[in-house]
């Protein structure tokens, strides 16, 4: 015989069928309501967020190369300009010396042309000195010999060498 027990057990532990169809229905009704909207916008959201990530890292990239290329830019800039710097160095140390060689020969110049310039008018006051020396050398030689002469003379030798002076100029016309 069956025991009544037995039932009671069954029917608490048993399945259900119709109750196993209502949850099933009402989990596939939850299921596409959370899938409509849960799921679709959170999927929605993560792949924003993934594009976005994305981008991101793809804008990082790109920065960093353009950040790698332009730091080359100004390193080679750099690198010219220190170059142009040295050439205007160098130029600017040629010129120097150049203008300081043509300073250097301009002042020889200058000193040798007042070197001549003071040589020739020593030269020139030189035989002024002479000039002015031998005139009045020729003065005082006069004065002294027409002193001697006057001395010296008596009036009748006085017109005698007058009248023989006289006759040499006549000789000489």
Same mark, same amino acid.
Not at 21 to 28: A, G, H, N, P, S
Not at 54 to 79: F, P, V, W
Not at 146 to 164: A, C, G, R, W
């Given at each position: 015989?069956?025991?009544?027990?037995?039932?009671?057990?069954?029917?608490?532990?048993?399945?259900?069928?119709?109750?196993?169809?209502?949850?099933?229905?009402?989990?596939?009704?939850?299921?596409?309501?959370?899938?409509?909207?849960?799921?679709?916008?959170?999927m929605?959201?993560?792949?924003?967020?993934?594009?976005?990530?994305?981008?991101?890292?793809?804008?990082?990239?790109?920065?960093?190369?353009?950040?790698e290329?332009?730091?080359?830019? $100004?390193?080679d800039?750099l690198?010219?300009?220190?170059?142009?710097?040295?050439k205007?160095?160098?130029?600017?140390?040629?010129?120097?010396?150049?203008?300081?060689?043509?300073?250097?020969?301009t002042?020889?110049?200058? $000193?040798?042309?007042?070197?001549?310039? $003071?040589?020739?008018?020593?030269?020139?006051?030189?035989?002024? $000195?002479?000039?002015?020396?031998?005139?009045?050398?020729?003065?005082?030689?006069?004065?002294?010999?027409?002193?001697?002469?006057?001395?010296?003379?008596?009036?009748?030798?006085?017109?005698?060498?007058i009248?023989?002076?006289?006759?040499?100029?006549?000789?000489?016309?």
């Amino acid at each position: 015989m069956l025991d009544p027990r037995l039932f009671i057990l069954n029917a608490e532990i048993g399945f259900n069928a119709g109750d196993m169809i209502v949850q099933l229905v009402m989990f596939v009704i939850l299921l596409a309501l959370i899938t409509k909207f849960a799921w679709r916008p959170l999927m929605n959201v993560m792949q924003e967020r993934e594009e976005h990530v994305a981008n991101e890292i793809d804008t990082a990239e790109k920065n960093r190369q353009e950040s790698e290329r332009l730091m080359k830019e $100004a390193q080679d800039e750099l690198k010219g300009t220190r170059e142009n710097a040295q050439k205007i160095i160098d130029d600017a140390r040629k010129t120097a010396k150049s203008e300081e060689a043509e300073m250097i020969q301009t002042a020889k110049s200058e $000193a040798e042309r007042i070197k001549e310039s $003071a040589r020739q008018e020593i030269e020139q006051e030189k035989e002024r $000195a002479v000039l002015a020396l031998q005139e009045q050398v020729g003065t005082l030689s006069v004065q002294i010999a027409s002193k001697v002469i006057e001395k010296e003379l008596t009036v009748d030798e006085q017109e005698k060498l007058i009248n023989e002076y006289l006759e040499k100029v006549g000789e000489s016309k």
